[in-house]
């Protein structure tokens, strides 16, 4: 073989061998692409894709039904009692009868108690205080192990929630849930709903719900 022969059969295996890394290089590329592709088609169809930060809790405790109170009267301790906010959102309060607390503050709902007691003349400047000593359940559903009803707690997260319903199952999307809530909002204003992450504070009434994962 001459030496011409020799430098074009080297040529064409170069040019082959280019062409294989060409194909390797695509090849490569193309898998990448299609998982790129995958994972934000995954990420569009996410039950909180598209939803907004559930806006923290307001600090500005407004009343509901479930919610425990103390009422303390300073002027006359024999009307001072505990009482549950009913379905109805009122209290049954002694010498005056129903009473709406849903959607009042603890300061709002003494104000209306000293007024109601004032006007009918049934005390004579009255003082009253109230206080929140048990808070309205949360309610944990979707993939944990017990979903339901669970009794708040100052300082409650979507984890340790979670970890009251007994964790969560092996379906579940452990990184984000979404939640509904009521906490500040006036009695006829509509519930928030938002994404919420592990670390995020809850607050009392809360509709948490833990989402399946695709795969």
């Known amino acids: 073989m001459s030496s011409t022969d020799l430098r074009a059969e080297k040529k064409t295996r170069e040019m082959k061998k280019k062409g294989w ?35 923290p ?16 009267t300073y002027n006359d301790p024999q009307l001072s009692n505990t009482f549950t906010v009913g379905d109805v959102g009122t209290i049954a309060f002694p010498l005056i009868g129903a009473v709406k607390a849903a959607g009042e503050t603890s300061q709002g709902l003494a104000s209306e108690l000293s007024n109601a007691l004032s006007s009918r003349g049934l005390l004579h400047n009255p003082s009253i205080s109230v206080e929140v000593t048990q808070y309205r359940p949360i309610f944990i559903l979707g ?5 339901g009803q669970y009794q708040y707690l100052p300082g409650m997260t979507m984890q ?22 009521t906490e500040g909002l006036k009695e006829n204003q509509q519930p ?4 919420i992450k592990p670390d ?14 695709y795969f």
Not at 57 to 63: I, P, S, V
Not at 192 to 195: F, P, Y
Not at 200 to 213: F, H, K, N, S
């Open 57 to 72: 809790a307001t600090g500005f405790y407004r009343l509901g039904a479930g919610d425990q109170i103390r009422v303390l």
């Open 200 to 213: 995020t504070l809850l607050a009392p009434g809360d509709v948490v719900t833990v989402y399946e994962r």
């Open 160 to 181: 340790s929630a979670v970890a009251l319903a007994g964790g969560y199952t092996y379906r579940a999307i452990k990184d984000t849930a979404s939640a509904e809530r």
């Open 192 to 195: 928030v709903t938002g994404k």
């Open 143 to 147: 993939e944990v192990s017990r979903p």
């Open 21 to 55: 890394l060409k194909q390797a290089e695509i090849g490569t590329l193309g898998r990448f692409l299609c998982y790129g592709f995958l994972c934000s088609g995954l990420m569009a169809c996410s039950p909180t894709h598209g939803l907004a930060p559930l806006p």
